[in-house]
């Protein structure tokens, strides 16, 4: 989606961690931010086999007990489906951001609304079109889609990427956009609207001298990083390679390693 517009790499957190203090220590109160795939929960040939890690959700739910702490999950998955896979955020947003739960309410980007049969329809010429690659999987999430690759032959990629950008062309017009993720092409209405926006609307209810972190895996969580930083703090979760996070971790343990530091030690810093 939204590439990089900065062009260092991220450093390692516990380099960081003068700034992570004063950062929490200048602050009333935290709102954490939490991409659910490759940060809360290991990535996995099946995404329907993702799971958070015992520590994350133990430390999810810890934050989301404490009064000084906003927690969401910020996913690429459908809300529905996120909302299954981690108890404890107040607040959920799915599909990249286009749909949001905040308390009993839900709210869906109205454009992406009205794609949202161009989707089911792209959803279904895909199937067909790919139902021949082993181990492809094309993923309706409503208002989104996505093609995972991830457990199809090496081989077979490129059919799978050039039939699913003729398909989106053909199907989607200047409609829908396509974009890379880790082994998967997800699909979307053409949309100035990401992950970074829906973090401006979760962020814009907290109170104005709140902490803002966020924390991801992917590219899409540029995006985001992009919304938190340099005011707050933005984890990429795994490679050093340029980000718009100022600070990296190397894998969804060393997450709960933080969230879990989150929910004890960096509440008593606060203002
Ligand atoms: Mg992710």
Redesign the pocket.
């Known amino acids: 989606m939204e590439a990089p517009d900065t062009a260092s790499p991220p450093q390692p957190l516990e380099e960081q961690w003068p700034r992570v203090r004063a950062t929490i220590a200048d602050a009333t109160g935290i709102l954490v931010c939490l991409?659910?795939?490759?940060?809360l929960a290991p990535i996995v040939e099946d995404p329907d086999d993702a799971m958070p890690t015992e520590r994350n959700q133990e430390a999810v739910t810890t934050l989301a007990d404490t009064p000084e702490v906003t927690t969401a999950v910020v996913s690429g998955r459908a809300l529905s489906d996120v909302r299954e896979r981690i108890d404890g955020p107040s607040i959920y947003a799915g599909n990249h951001g286009l749909e949001l739960a905040r308390g009993g309410d839900v709210t869906v980007h109205p454009v992406a609304r009205e794609h949202a049969a161009r989707i089911e329809r792209l959803c279904a010429v895909l199937e067909v079109a790919l139902a021949s690659v082993p181990n492809c999987r094309v993923e309706n999430k409503r208002l989104t889609g996505t093609v995972h690759f991830r457990a199809v032959p090496s081989a077979a990629v490129p059919t799978v990427r050039r039939l699913t950008h003729d398909i989106v062309d053909s199907v989607g017009g200047d409609t829908l956009e396509l974009s890379p993720g880790k082994q998967i092409l997800e699909i979307g209405p053409d949309l100035a609207w990401g992950k970074g926006d829906a973090v401006k609307v979760v962020a814009a209810d907290e109170p104005s001298e709140t902490a803002v972190i966020y924390v991801?895996?992917?590219v899409t969580?540029e995006s985001a990083f992009r919304t938190v930083e340099p005011d707050g703090l933005g984890i990429r979760v795994g490679s050093d390679e340029p980000s718009n996070a100022s600070a990296r971790v190397e894998s969804p343990a060393a997450v709960a390693d933080f969230l879990s530091w989150l929910g004890s030690t960096a509440v008593d810093l606060l203002e």
């Open positions: 991409d659910f795939d490759g940060t991801g895996d992917d969580d």
